[in-house]
């Protein structure tokens, strides 16, 4: 490496310190649940991050991860395949480091987050449903000589699984003064997978009975290769949820770590997302609607069993993203979501009067 390189490398390095030591961690949530006696329930709020969604955690990571594997150098373009919120994330990043940046993205993405990505300076090469955005986006970088940040295939690796503030390591700290300490579930969605392996990962390290969950839209791949433990297998149903709900098996989905799938409809996902509104008095997307709906099923199966407890979940991303889709009532009569009936059942398996 030439003196200049390992200039830009350090200089890169630093920034990206600087910038972790600007950021907060997030805050830990808590509901009230009245039909849930004993039972607490958490919401780890990733919305809250600089780029507006747990992706920004991932990003730091994987720019980390290609730097110091020496993958990324001055002046080089970046690109990485992404339903929306990682690249947003990532075109945060790139431009902190002065990088062009580059997302390939379904075309059904939410139009906000495009905005957003081109707001950032980065370019947006958007993909009909079928074309592997995994694969364009490696060949891309490797006709145009751009590093593949590579989220689905890294995102288990690039985090730090032993700890350094990984999302799990920071949940069980703000857990520490509560009245059940050690969660009786721990909830999050799989997109990349990367979470989930955290979490599974970490709590089997501190040795807590502590289970995770996946929450997954209902068909989709990790609900299926988790049952049978095959690498091949592919989502029967689609979904409208960002973010989750893959349409086939990433190499970054550890079924071992995780000790139950819970599959919840999209109409029941993003009535979960609209009641979140209601009892935190902001939006969250529809992948956060979709652990609320998890974690209540879990709750419930506690509450028959006359089991006490909490149950931590994770607030994913901001729910402005999707005024024009989850939001937007127009939107989703157009797209076979009959919200009223959702919503209502919802309220009454929570316990909640309408606001
Ligand atoms: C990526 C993502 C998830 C899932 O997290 P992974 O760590 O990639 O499995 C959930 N919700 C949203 C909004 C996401 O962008």
């Given at each position: 490496m030439s003196a200049a390189d390992r200039h830009w490398l350090k200089q890169a390095l630093a920034s990206l310190a600087q910038e972790a030591a600007r950021s907060a961690d997030t805050h830990l949530l808590r509901l009230e649940l009245p039909a849930f006696p004993g039972i607490d329930f958490y919401f780890k709020d990733e919305a809250s991050h600089p780029t507006g969604s747990l992706k920004h955690r991932l990003a730091r990571s994987l720019f980390l991860y290609a730097l110091c594997n020496g993958r990324l150098r001055e002046g080089q373009g970046v690109i990485d395949a992404s339903s929306g919120s990682t690249a947003i994330s990532e075109a945060w990043f790139a431009r902190l480091l002065g990088l062009r940046f580059q997302a390939v993205m379904p075309d059904c993405t939410a139009p906000a987050k495009v905005r957003l990505i081109h707001s950032l300076g980065a370019e947006c090469v958007l993909v009909p449903a079928g074309v592997d955005a995994s694969r364009l986006a490696r060949e891309r970088a490797a006709d145009d000589g751009l590093c593949y940040l590579d989220q689905f295939g890294l995102a288990e690796r690039a985090t730090d699984w032993r700890g350094n503030n990984n999302i799990a390591e920071s949940v069980l700290a703000q857990m520490a003064r509560e009245p059940h300490p050690e969660p009786a579930w721990i909830v999050c969605g799989a997109g990349t997978g990367g979470t989930s392996a955290t979490i599974g990962r970490y709590l089997r390290y501190r040795q807590l009975d502590t289970r995770t969950c996946v929450a997954e839209p209902t068909g989709g791949a990790f609900a299926h290769g988790w049952r049978t433990?095959?690498?091949a297998a592919v989502a029967t149903a689609p979904t409208?949820?960002?973010?989750?709900?893959?349409p086939r098996v990433e190499p970054g989905f550890l079924f071992d770590v995780v000790d139950a799938v819970q599959e919840v409809d999209d109409a029941d996902a993003i009535a979960g997302a609209w009641l979140l509104e209601d009892m935190l008095g902001r939006r969250y997307g529809g992948s956060s609607g979709t652990n609320l709906v998890a974690c209540l099923a879990l709750a419930e199966g506690m509450r028959e069993r006359g089991e006490r407890g909490s149950i931590v979940s994770l607030l994913c991303d901001r729910g402005e993203r999707y005024a024009e889709t989850l939001f937007d009532p127009g939107w989703l009569q157009a797209h076979g979501i009959a919200l009223a009936p959702a919503l209502q059942a919802l309220r009454a398996r929570l316990g909640t009067t309408p606001a």
């Open positions: 433990r095959s690498p409208l949820i960002e973010g989750i709900g893959r």
